[in-house]
Each structure stands twice: as structure tokens, then as C-alpha cells.
């Protein structure tokens, strides 16, 4: 065979060996998905929670403010009852002390019904970050068992993509460009042996002349459809 047909098989090779590796690795297990998702979820509520807590903190203090400042003008209001001259200043004050203890009232009940809510929120809040804790906690020793369980395929990694930098530079630059821009397009894949007159990369006929010039391996032969190349070994073989 040519040897940079064979210089190209051995490449193929090291890659599949490489593309089934990293393929195993990016696989996230299902409980960790399952874990994941849980989290992502619970966080995604405790963040609405916290943003909601401080909008009712901001709404509380705002209206605390406005309940002590009602409370002034109800002091002052009352006040000018001693000061009045004539009955429709005393029943414009009356109206005005009446009109501030409404509001008064409904600011009060405001701030308890706030409080409440902060509450509440501040639990719920508290408790979720509990449990985002220990899921977080779950979660990393299960990343952590699977970095211990890919260790040795991490390993294997490494050393294939040295044998890989090797086996390339045996290739000829023109050979190894249109190698790799077929690989990239043709699911990894860019050297296939030819059976029976077929290419078994894309399992189309290959033309008979073409099928006697892979036959003898002794050239540099690309697939008409789907452009890999080519070479021919006996059933024995």
C-alpha cells in the first residue's frame, strides 16, 4: 500500500479513537442532570425571592416614612383646633384631622401586611438557600466521583493527541488539509475502505475504473459523492 495511504489510515485511526474518547467524556451522567436541573430551578426561585424581599424592604421603609410624616401633620392639625376663629375653619381642620386618621389607618395596616410579607419572604428565602447549599453540595461530589471515574480516559486522551501531532506530520500538508476539511464535514470520518465497489463511508457505487485504481493502492483516490478517500483491503486482510 502507499505510504501515505497508510500514513493517512493511522491518523483516521488515532482520530476515531480521539472522537469516541471526547464523546464519552462530554456525556453528563443522568443524575447530575437531574441534580442540575433541581438546582437551576431552585435558583432561578431564590433569585425572585431575594429581588421580591427588596422591593418590599423599599416598599416598607417608604411607607413607614409616609405613616411618621401623616403622624406630624395629624399633631399639627390637631393643634390648630385651639387656634380656629370661626366655624368653617373649625370644620375644615375637622375634616382634615379626619381625612389624615383614614390615611393613618390604612398606612398602619399597610406596614403590618409588609412586615408580614418580609416575614415570610425572609424564610422562604432562608430556607431555599439551605437547600441550593446542599444541592450544590451533592452536585459537586458527583462532578467530582466523575473527574476520578475519567481520569485514566483523560490520560489516554493526552497521550493520543500526541500520537496524533506525530502521525500528521508524516503527512503531506496537501493531503492533511483536504484530510482535516473532510473530517470536519464528514462526521470525523475521511479515509474509508472501498467493498465490493462500494465506498463505505457514504455506501454510494464508485465507478468501476476508479474501483480498479483503488484496488491497487498505489495513488491517492477520493470518493466521487462524498470526497473521502479511499483504499481497498482483501476480505483476509
Do not use: W
Not at 483516521?12 to 436541573?37: H, M, R
Not at 427588596?54 to 399639627?76: I, W
Amino acid at each position: 500500500m502507499l505510504q501515505e495511504l497508510e500514513n493517512l489510515r493511522v491518523l483516521q485511526k488515532i482520530d476515531n479513537q480521539i472522537f469516541d474518547i471526547e464523546n464519552f467524556l462530554a456525556v453528563v451522567p443522568g443524575n447530575i442532570l437531574k441534580l442540575q436541573e433541581e438546582f437551576d430551578t431552585k435558583n432561578q426561585k431564590f433569585e425572585e425571592l431575594s429581588t421580591l424581599l427588596v422591593q418590599t424592604k423599599e416598599e416598607k421603609l417608604k411607607s413607614e416614612k409616609e405613616y411618621e410624616e401623616k403622624k406630624k401633620l395629624l399633631t399639627n392639625a390637631q393643634k390648630k383646633l385651639s387656634t380656629v376663629k370661626n366655624n368653617k375653619e373649625y370644620e375644615a381642620v375637622l375634616k382634615e384631622l379626619d381625612t389624615l386618621k383614614k390615611e393613618i389607618n390604612t398606612l398602619e395596616y399597610k406596614v403590618l401586611e409588609l412586615s408580614d410579607n418580609l416575614e415570610n419572604l425572609t424564610k422562604q428565602t432562608e430556607d431555599l438557600k439551605g437547600e441550593l447549599a446542599k444541592i450544590e453540595e451533592e452536585l459537586n461530589k458527583l462532578k467530582q466521583e466523575k473527574n476520578e471515574a475519567d481520569k485514566d480516559k483523560i490520560e489516554q486522551l493526552t497521550k493520543l493527541k500526541e500520537e496524533r501531532q506525530i502521525a500528521a506530520s508524516n503527512i503531506k500538508r496537501q493531503y492533511l488539509s483536504k484530510y482535516e476539511t473532510i473530517r470536519k464535514v464528514r462526521n470525523n470520518l475521511a479515509i474509508v475502505r472501498v467493498e465490493q465497489e462500494t465506498c463505505t463511508g457514504c455506501y454510494m457505487k464508485i465507478p468501476p475504473q476508479l474501483y480498479v485504481e483503488v484496488k491497487k493502492n498505489t495513488s491517492i483516490q477520493q470518493c466521487p459523492n462524498c470526497q473521502r478517500f479511499l483504499y481497498f483491503l482483501e476480505e483476509s486482510e
